[in-house]
């Protein structure tokens, strides 16, 4: 069983770039598809990206263009870059990672039974 621990978020400006990591442990993201989903208040949690094992990777209309997901060779890390940050961006964010079924990189929450304690990006106008 993989644990998840997110680190990165932050309080930026509209405009501005944060990177998020996620370590995992009792296993490698070479196991799993893995995925970063966010959450703002009152808003249910949504998918952003999502990467497979063999590195096929599914990004929510929202954030293409702007957001890159990757994992380090090792899979010990999983990494969202986010550029542009918009103030709807804003939320806390998770890493999470499944691996019943892993085929493709799934944005639906209910695919993932692992989860990071996640990590909260603030974004001002």
């Known amino acids: 069983q993989v644990q998840l621990v997110e680190s990165g978020g932050d309080s930026v400006q509209a405009g501005g770039s944060l990177r998020l990591s996620c370590t995992a442990s009792g296993s490698s993201y070479n196991s799993y598809c893995a995925g970063w989903f966010r959450q703002a208040p009152g808003k249910k949690r949504e998918g952003v990206a999502a990467?497979?094992?063999?590195?096929?990777?599914t990004y929510a209309e929202s954030v293409k263009g702007r957001f890159t997901i990757s994992k380090d060779r090792p899979g010990n890390t999983l990494y969202l870059q986010m550029n542009s940050l918009k103030p709807e961006d804003a939320g806390m964010y998770y890493c999470?990672?499944?691996?019943?079924?892993?085929?493709?990189?799934?944005?639906?929450?209910?695919?993932?039974?692992?989860w990071g304690q996640g990590t909260q990006v603030t974004v001002s106008p």
């Open positions: 999470a990672a499944y691996r019943v079924e892993c085929y493709s990189a799934s944005l639906s929450r209910s695919q993932y039974p692992y």
């Open positions: 990467i497979g094992r063999d590195g096929y990777i």
